[in-house]
């Protein structure tokens, strides 16, 4: 009869076999897509064979949308700690945004999931970002609301739509790395590289002090207090975005 710490052992060993195929998972699935990659290499990275992969997967399509759903949850956590650091709705607004910019350039398998499964989504095709936006994304817009409405009621952020803040400040993220391999080839400097992303995000958030706060003396306080609270973390590989790391 097994005894209790046995089972729990066994247990354990089940939830880490599982982790290491989900984490192979997530990097097959990032570089190569849902068409491209192979479960056989999944399986090889994971350092398991493919009937057991498949004893906790029940097939490719199984193992995509748990490997998708299991990095997405790992980057909302991370987002929920950022809505709550801060001493102000304002400085918690600009922790939000300065963790957008650095899940870009560090997280780049959960970018990669993203862009592909948007294209999917643009392209009027089945895709596995629709449920996770439902079940995920979008209980997450009402704190940030909720911090834009108290941040307005104090007088604290200046009185404009929530919305066109973050195009401006979420977007500005997106298209600086987006537009990293032109820029690349423009200054003949490549704008991935970590001392040109520590001074991006740097003037990132020091522009978002000055912009969306009443008291500028104040949004340059708060910038200071959210770039000393918050180490630039390590960057993730950009092959797939046709900039070279040095």
Same mark, same amino acid.
Do not use: C, W
């Given at each position: 009869?097994?005894?209790?710490?046995?089972?729990?052992?066994?247990?354990?060993?089940?939830?880490?076999?599982?982790?290491?195929?989900?984490?192979?998972?997530?990097?097959?699935?990032?570089?190569?897509?849902?068409?491209?990659?192979?479960?056989?290499? *999944?399986?090889?990275?994971?350092?398991?064979?493919?009937?057991?992969?498949?004893?906790?997967?029940?097939?490719?399509?199984?193992?995509?949308?748990?490997?998708?759903?299991?990095?997405?949850?790992?980057?909302?956590?991370?987002?929920? @700690?950022?809505?709550?650091?801060?001493?102000?709705?304002?400085? =918690?607004?600009?922790?939000?945004?300065?963790?957008?910019?650095?899940?870009?350039?560090?997280?780049?398998?959960?970018?990669?999931?993203?862009?592909?499964?948007?294209?999917?989504?643009?392209?009027?095709?089945?895709?596995?970002?629709?449920?996770?936006?439902?079940?995920?994304?979008?209980?997450?817009?009402?704190?940030?609301?909720?911090?834009?409405?108290?941040?307005?009621?104090?007088?604290?952020?200046?009185?404009? @739509?929530?919305?066109?803040?973050?195009?401006?400040?979420?977007?500005?993220?997106?298209?600086?790395?987006?537009?990293?391999?032109?820029?690349?080839?423009?200054?003949?400097?490549?704008?991935?590289?970590?001392?040109?992303?520590?001074?991006?995000?740097?003037?990132?958030?020091?522009?978002?002090?000055?912009? *969306?706060?009443? @008291?500028? =003396?104040?949004?340059?306080?708060?910038?200071?207090?959210?770039?000393?609270?918050?180490?630039?973390?390590?960057?993730?590989?950009?092959?797939?975005?046709?900039?070279? =790391?040095?």
């Amino acid at each position: 009869m097994p005894t209790p710490a046995t089972t729990r052992t066994q247990a354990e060993r089940a939830d880490q076999t599982r982790t290491r195929i989900l984490e192979a998972a997530v990097r097959e699935f990032s570089e190569n897509g849902l068409a491209g990659a192979r479960t056989e290499q *999944i399986a090889e990275a994971a350092g398991v064979n493919k009937a057991l992969l498949y004893y906790y997967f029940a097939g490719k399509d199984a193992l995509y949308e748990a490997a998708l759903e299991d990095v997405t949850q790992k980057v909302v956590e991370s987002t929920k @700690d950022a809505l709550t650091r801060g001493r102000t709705a304002g400085e =918690k607004i600009v922790h939000y945004v300065l963790n957008h910019f650095d899940r870009i350039h560090s997280q780049r398998p959960f970018q990669n999931l993203m862009q592909q499964e948007m294209m999917r989504l643009n392209q009027g095709e089945e895709n596995a970002l629709t449920p996770i936006i439902e079940k995920v994304f979008k209980p997450m817009m009402t704190p940030l609301h909720e911090l834009f409405a108290e941040g307005k009621r104090t007088g604290e952020l200046i009185p404009a @739509d929530d919305q066109q803040i973050m195009y401006a400040a979420i977007g500005a993220n997106v298209f600086y790395f987006l537009s990293a391999p032109v820029m690349a080839i423009m200054m003949k400097s490549n704008p991935l590289e970590r001392k040109a992303l520590a001074f991006r995000r740097k003037a990132a958030v020091e522009y978002l002090g000055l912009a *969306i706060f009443t @008291d500028r =003396k104040h949004g340059a306080a708060v910038a200071a207090r959210v770039l000393a609270a918050s180490p630039m973390p390590p960057s993730g590989e950009f092959k797939r975005i046709g900039v070279k =790391k040095k």
